[in-house]
């Protein structure tokens, strides 16, 4: 994600430093718990309902919703010319593409399976930023990375060797998370102009076009007649909560917290989704799904969070005045 510019975020630490810290954990809570959940809800929405006539709805709501709060604290909408460019390709990338594939893939595996798929994403992202970002492959890095292919392997092995087994939904969950982690190195690469909470409408809003008329050009509208009381619940939930208030949530977490503390987050993601799904669509919890879903939070731990529980090493002399920020 870009980093946050909440102008809370630039108040003096001392006026705040009790309330920011208390603010930022239930965010944190409140982020796990509704992006967690939010892979059962969608698994029920597209049970019922066209994939693409799915997203279509969550890209309007979404979108909306996040320009009301752009305007409701001031914001202009209108989009810098340097910015409109790199805009249209990470939307497509960041958005676009992690919206279809995850909605689609949804529609093939159990969304608990899912959910640890999607959440690969870290571990993606840091193995491009090593190329686009110029950081180091680290010794941790390499590790996270064998644990969270180690999952996926456990998680498609079985696929592949089933019967009639379909590993389709895998690869598309898994399209999704490389798309994800690509869109995430791009918004951090790019010098943006705009506050994050407008970045983030207009990314809905571009990633959204190309979904919303293949909605209307192939999909089936008509589906939302379909809907059962479950898939209704399932499609206003997704529409309005992950896709409002969680991006909202997300920027403001980044703006109170370090980024490592930020990651926490990330890691309780999968498991309230594994757990969630067993519990609200009845998916069983295979010792598999466990182990894969160990492996990919441990992962994600060494690569997000222990660097920055180990001392650091001095930085040499010579070291270049940007990097030795980082």
Known sequence: MAQATDSASQAPA??????????????????AFFWGTNW???????????????????????????????RAR????????????????TALINVTCWQIFSAFGLTLMAAGRASIIAFTMPLWASILSVVFLRERMTALRIVGLALGLAALAILLIPEFGRLGGTPWGAAMMLAA?????????????????????????WQLAIGGVPVILAALLIGDPASVMDLTTPGALGVIYAALIPMIYCHWAWFRIVSLFPANVAAIGTLAIPVVGVFSSALILGE???????????????????????????????????????????
């Open 14 to 31: 001392a006026s705040s430093s009790e309330q920011l810290p208390r603010q930022g954990f239930f965010l944190l809570a409140s982020l």
């Open 40 to 70: 059962p809800a969608m698994k029920l929405a597209v049970i019922d309902m066209d994939p693409w006539t799915f997203r279509a709805i969550c890209f309007i709501a979404g979108a909306g919703g996040l320009m009301l709060v752009a």
């Open 74 to 89: 001031s914001l202009s909408l209108r989009i810098p010319p340097a910015d409109l460019k790199p805009l249209i390709l």
């Open 177 to 201: 998370a490389i798309c994800w982690a690509i869109g995430t190195v791009m918004l951090k690469a790019i010098p943006w102009r705009m506050d994050t909470i407008q970045l983030a409408a």
């Open 284 to 326: 069983p919890l295979a010792g598999a799904d466990l182990l894969a879903l160990s492996l990919v939070v441990a992962g994600l731990f060494i690569v997000l969070v222990l660097p920055s529980l180990l001392p650091q090493r001095p930085k040499a002399r010579t070291a270049d005045p940007v990097s030795s920020r980082r």
